[in-house]
């Protein structure tokens, strides 16, 4: 929408404008006219939030949001219904005890109050003394507490009025809190203020004290069962034992390389020896062909020898069971060893040797007995080895998996410690707090009355009344404008409907002037008339001009002006010397037949084209008051002229009349309720839409939009109606 088109429509409405700001105006000076005068105080409290004196075993970073969330907690605690209760218990209490000193003076409609005729002094100051000392609230299904309910508020000290007046907010970038309050007496705004202050402090001190009570009594019952479960954990550290397992775990490592070794080498001694007893078996086994002699000489050494192989293997066996640890014993085992092998070197050598081999038989018999032996006792040491070495890696996965317990009972403990010293703290910060509290709550500023009243602002409250109602207008009727879809201007016709626009028609009121007058009177100069009869003269010249003399006048909607300006278009023809036909083709609405008293003959009027003459229907044609006009009127009707009007009809012979008479106008109905129009239109040289500037533009009014730019050069354009002077030319 233009700005110029807004900025004037606001001018038209300037006096609305004006006359309802100075309406705002002075309702707002007569209401602040017995303004009270407001007398206000203005106490602090300090934090202690920001700051602090203590001293800190860490440093703690500064959290802004924390601080403003804990400022916003106590204002919040300031305006509370305890807090404000406690104050207006005090308030109450002065003013009953005081009646000489009250705060509040009531006025004599108030004491006319019921609750205030019926009061017992005594009783009320007896309730509200016992409230005010336990710090509880009035119930207001106590009959008694709820007559001192209303009696707190007639004279103004109940929860909501002083919730109302009470302000109390942060001191930017301070830790101090503001508490403000404004009254018509001096004195009670400084008593309010301090009161407040004093009922928080009062209230803040004995809720901490007895949360702290209770934090004190669950930390320490938190303390007792985490040092018990400490000491639990502790005491299966101690029955599990704390034994190195790394240690353990390398004496055992070395053993079995000991007994590895020692396994290997018992197993080449076995080997060697069963090869030896092949080699002795297979000798014997020669010998007993050739020589079947044996001597018995040497019995008494071998059971000398018999002897020493039993003492070595008792000492091997005594080595063994010891763990194999006991170098004396293995000392012991390998003397008796080597005495066995210097005795049975001696016996080889004092026996006498064959030819063959230069052993006996004796020697080789001995020979075979101390190999077996020998075997036996290299496969029992074996397999002592081999089980030694089974029990050594059973005894390493026993002393891997009592390590890897050890390690989890010990993270036990340290995390039990941890939990313990937590809460440990937490319970010896709490006992601190009750003794010295953390908190710093103290009222720096006490309210003092105030000498001058508070300035009452009438001059900025009447300037922004006005202001605001001049705002509110000018916001209203823009918003009017934006609402309203109509086509108001020529810019805005162009745009929207995108049709040839052959003219403008401004608003005017025939029932005050005459349509003669306003092209007769040269005394006429009103500004609307005048503007009306400029504006036909230039529809007169494009009819003119078109070269055509048949016109149809349509719409796409009804009482778009159609009739008004084919009236007027006709009168102003008839002041150029022409003669104009009107014809009524209007059936739904026959508005030109009744204006001018027309003689209804169309629907009946028929003629075959060798009977027709132009001479014969001059006694169908009513001559109208205006000069040089004429009119054949309808009887009208809900028909369609191709249902009503019979073949040879009046419309037939158009081009005939159009040599008697030189503009022939015609008047079909709307087009989007009826297709009258259309059926006329075969009839006319060309179309002309009436639009009216006070209507929007639908969907309807689309479809019929485009059936008349289709209508191409048949159409000779749109004119636009009802536009307001001020419009026309935007």
């Keep these: 929408m233009d700005l110029i088109y807004l900025f004037k429509s606001l001018m038209r409405r300037k006096w609305f404008i004006i006359i309802s700001t100075l309406m705002a105006v002075l309702a707002a000076f007569l209401l602040t006219l017995e303004q009270e005068k ?21 440093e703690e970073s500064f959290n802004i949001y924390e601080i403003d969330v804990k400022f916003n907690n106590v204002i919040e605690a300031l305006k509370s219904p305890r807090v404000l209760g406690m104050t207006s218990y005090n308030l109450m209490l002065h003013d009953l005890e005081n009646p000489d000193k009250a705060f509040r003076v009531l006025s004599v409609e108030d004491k006319k109050n019921n609750i205030y005729r019926q009061l017992d002094r005594a ?16 119930s207001s299904y106590d009959p008694e507490e709820r007559k001192i309910q209303e009696l707190l508020k007639i004279y103004r000290y109940d929860l909501e009025t002083l919730r109302y007046v009470l302000y109390a907010g942060r001191v930017q970038r301070t830790d101090f ?80 390389s000991n007994f590895e070794n020692r396994l290997a080498d018992e197993k080449s001694l076995n080997n060697s020896a069963l090869l030896t007893l092949q080699q002795i078996n297979t000798r014997l086994s020669e010998m007993s062909k050739s020589n079947s002699q044996t001597s018995s000489s040497t019995s008494a050494m071998n059971t000398e020898l018999t002897t020493l192989r039993t003492q070595m293997n008792e000492a091997y066996s005594d080595y063994v069971n010891k763990g194999g640890n006991d170098a004396t014993l293995y000392a012991k085992y390998q003397t008796l060893k080597n005495d066995y092998k210097t005795k049975l070197t ?84 709490a006992v601190n707090n009750k003794v010295a509290p953390m908190d710093n709550f103290h009222q720096i500023l006490f309210g003092q009355p105030a000498v001058e009243p508070e300035p009452s602002k009438r001059l900025i409250i009447i300037a922004l009344a006005g202001m605001s109602m001049l705002v509110f207008c000018c916001i209203a009727i823009i918003f009017l404008e934006y609402v309203d879809l109509s086509i108001k201007t020529p810019t805005q016709f162009m745009k929207v409907l995108e049709l040839k626009l052959l003219g403008v028609v401004n608003r005017i009121h025939f029932k005050h002037i005459p349509l ?68 009524d083709t209007q ?36 001559e109208s008051p205006l000069p040089g006009v004429f009119v054949i009127g309808c009887e009208g009707g809900e028909y369609t002229p191709s249902e009503i009007l019979k073949p040879g009809n009046m419309l037939e ?18 087009l989007n309720d009826r297709s009258d129009s259309k059926e006329l239109m075969k009839y006319a040289e ?27 050069e048949k159409l000779g354009g749109a004119i636009l109606n009802f536009v307001e002077p001020e419009n026309i030319d935007i």
């Excluded at 050890?406 to 939990?419: C, G």
């Design 38 to 58: 407001l007398y206000k105080s203005v106490a602090q409290i300090a934090t202690g939030f920001t700051m602090s004196d203590q001293v800190k075993l860490k």
């Design 346 to 429: 001696a016996m080889a050598s004092a026996a006498p040797t064959t030819a063959t081999g230069g052993n006996t038989l004796a020697d080789l018999q001995q020979k075979k007995s101390d190999l077996e032996l020998q075997v036996k006792s290299s496969a029992q040491n074996i397999e002592a080895y081999e089980q030694k070495i089974r029990q050594l890696n059973s005894s390493m996965g026993a002393a891997a998996s009592r390590g890897a317990n050890n390690l989890a009972l010990q993270k036990e403990v340290e995390l039990a410690q941890q939990e313990y010293e937590s809460i440990k703290s937490r319970y010896d910060a």
């Design 587 to 622: 059936f739904p609405n026959n508005s030109l037949t009744r204006d001018f008293g027309a003689q209804p003959v169309l629907e009946s009027f028929s003629s075959s084209v060798e009977d027709f003459h132009a001479d014969s229907i001059k006694q169908l044609v009513t």
């Design 516 to 583: 003669e007058q306003i092209f007769t009177d040269p005394h006429l100069k009103k500004h609307n008339t005048a503007i009306f009869r400029e504006l036909l003269r230039k529809l007169r010249f494009e009819m003119e001009d078109s070269g055509k003399k048949i016109f149809l006048f349509t719409s796409a909607k009804p009482r778009e002006g159609k009739s008004t300006i084919i009236k007027a278009l006709a009168y102003s023809l008839s002041l150029s010397k022409k003669s104009v036909l009107i014809i």
């Design 177 to 256: 809190i503001d508490i403000q309050y404004r009254s018509i007496n001096p004195e009670l705004s400084a008593y309010i203020v301090n009161q407040v202050c004093t009922e928080y402090l009062r209230n803040y001190e004995s809720s901490r004290n007895q949360l702290t009570v209770q934090n004190i009594e669950t930390l320490k019952k938190l303390v007792d069962q985490k040092r018990d479960e400490l000491d639990a954990k502790i005491a299966n550290i101690k029955v599990m034992g704390t034994l190195d397992v790394s240690v353990e775990s390398s004496s055992k490592l070395e053993q079995i």
């Design 686 to 712: 060309i179309i002309i839409a009436v639009i009216s500037a006070r209507s929007s533009v639908k969907q309807t009014d689309k479809e019929t939009i485009i059936f008349l730019q289709n209508l191409n």
């Design 653 to 670: 012979y158009l081009k005939t009349l159009t040599h008697q008479y030189d503009y022939i106008l015609m008047e079909g109905a709307a």
């Design 123 to 138: 009783k009320a100051i007896t309730i509200l003394n016992k409230k005010y000392n336990e710090e509880q609230l009035l």
